[in-house]
Each structure stands twice: as structure tokens, then as C-alpha cells.
């Protein structure tokens, strides 16, 4: 039931993993060699896997008149397969599952059939149910397919979930990475502090806080465990925000890990990236709108370079917040340097062609 080792080893050390857009025509329809051409952009990339079926892809996709949930996983699981016949690790594979235990088991089936390690594990359907009632529907899933814990945040759809909760979910043998994504420091350190009380060092923690991604992946956090003290890393990152310019996120998170690796006094310039990447962040999530715009941000910026044909989105009514394609424009003149526009540019016509 666990994924094999390698996978877990590769978690553990720390990947960048895009959680992947949708790539839709005008008529809203699937865009099927776009979305090729965006799984070969993170592959090229270098990230070390790909989340599907998240909330980047769209929930709606579920959606029986839709109907894209079983094609995009296996296009997704295509793509990878592809890529892992000429890599020496393969691509770790991730997919979103949500719902109530009913429809959360048949997509776990689902999942596993075709391929995917993990499924990133929504709970922002069940926002009644009792702490008890969420670990017996976290537990059931575990037995179909390994976990990835997934704290979404609030104004997104999540639910606060108390420490108490992921101390517990901690416990279950085969959860295998926890998102860490309320954009709260607190509920983050909550999460942190259960894995490290649980003993379970083999849980790979992921930041998915957009706003503070680079300060997640360099700060040490160090508890008092049964007399001794545990320290935790949260060593790469599930993230939309990694969905665009992933070639600097690959940079990045390789920066962090040599900053980590060395030890010592944590450079001025690191600390500048992090408010330019929040900065950036802010702009193509549409901080200032409540995040109405996040996923047709996302879009807006892979438009600019050409992986995407425009900004559709299922739901004709999500798009663009008043003033956020200004906000991206700034954003972009202002951090040259956070883009691989470039990179793109060389390799687009021949991720389209494939």
C-alpha cells in the first residue's frame, strides 16, 4: 500500500511539485495538447512531480456534465510515463481527491489505477463533521490510497483543523506528506508540532503557503519531544504558485536547501526573495480581491508565455479581479528576475508539438 521507497526518499528530500492548471479552449472544452505542453514545461523544468486534480485544476471537474477528472489524470499519468522511460528517478505523482467518504474512496480507486503514489487528501467538504468523523474518513482513504495531508485554507474553501486533529492524523501509518496550506503561521506551527510530537519522521512536510513559501523552506522549527528536541524542516513545496515560472522555483528550493545544508546565518538577499515572491504571489492570486481571481491569475501568466491560450476557466464567472492584470503587470517588470520567460520561449513550440 505504501508508495515504493524511492518515492518516499524522494518526498523526504524535498521536490518542487506544480499543482497543475487546466488547460481549457474558447468553448471551455479540454485543451488537450496545451495540457500536454504544460505537464512537459514542469517536467523540463525540473520539478520532481506534479499534483492533479487539485484545487488549481479545478474541482469542477468532477462535475458529471464536465466529465475531466478520469481524462486529465491519465493524460497527466501519460505525460509522466513518458518523461520517466528517460529519467533514472521517475516523477512523483500526485492527485487531489475530495468529497464525502463515498466519492472520496472512488477516487482513490481511481487514482491508484492509474498510477498516482498519493492522493492529496480535501476535507473542505466535510466542514460539519466531527474531529472524529474527519479521521475515520481520512483513515478509510489511507486504506486505498497513501495520504497526503492537506491543510487548505479557509478563505479557499478549507477548515480550521485544531492541533489535536494532526496529532491524531499523524498516526495513521500511510499518510506520507502533509500540505501545509492555511497562509496562517500559527495553524502552520500546529501541524509541524503534531508530526514532530507524533514521532513520525518519515512524513515529508510541504509548505503550500503561498505567502511565505522561501521563509517556510529556510526556518528551522525545533520542539521539546519527550525530553529532547526535535527539529523539522519543511523541505519543498505543493503549490499553484509553482504552476508558473517553475524553473526559478527549481532554483529556489535548490538555494534553500544549500542555505539549509550549510548551516549558519541566513543571507539578507534570501530574505528580499521571499517579500518579492510574496509580492509576486500576491498578484497572480488576487490577494486583493480574497483570492476571487487565484486560479485565473495562474492562467493570465502562462497566457503571457504562450503554454496557455487564454485564462478560461470552467465557471464562466471565475476570471480576473478588478485590478489584478495591473497588479501582474507590475509584479512582472518589477522581478525580472523571478521569470523563465526565456526558458519558455525555447522550448514552447516544441512542448506544443510533442
Known sequence: MLPPIGIRQALQRGLVIPACPLALTARRK????RQRALLRYYIAAGAGGVAVGVHTTQFAIRDPKVGLFAPVLQLAAEEMSRADARRKEPLVRIAGVCGGTRQALAEAKL???CGYHAALLSLAALKKSSEAELLAHCRAVADVSPLVGFYLQPAVGGRVLPFSFWRRFAEIENVVAVKIAPFNRYRTLDVVRAVAEAGRDDIALYTGNDDNI???LITPYRFKVGGRTVERRIVGGLLGHWSVWTKRAVELLGECHRLVRR???IPPEMLRRSVEVTDANAAFFDAANGFAGCIAGLHEVLRRQGLLAGIWCLDSREALGPGQRREIDRVCRTY??????AFVAAHRDEWLRG
Open 263 to 265: 548551516g549558519g546565518t
Open 336 to 341: 525580472p528576475h523571478l521569470n523563465d520567460d
Open 111 to 113: 487514482l491508484r489505477e
Open 30 to 33: 479540454l485543451d488537450e495538447r
Open 214 to 216: 522561501v521563509l517556510d
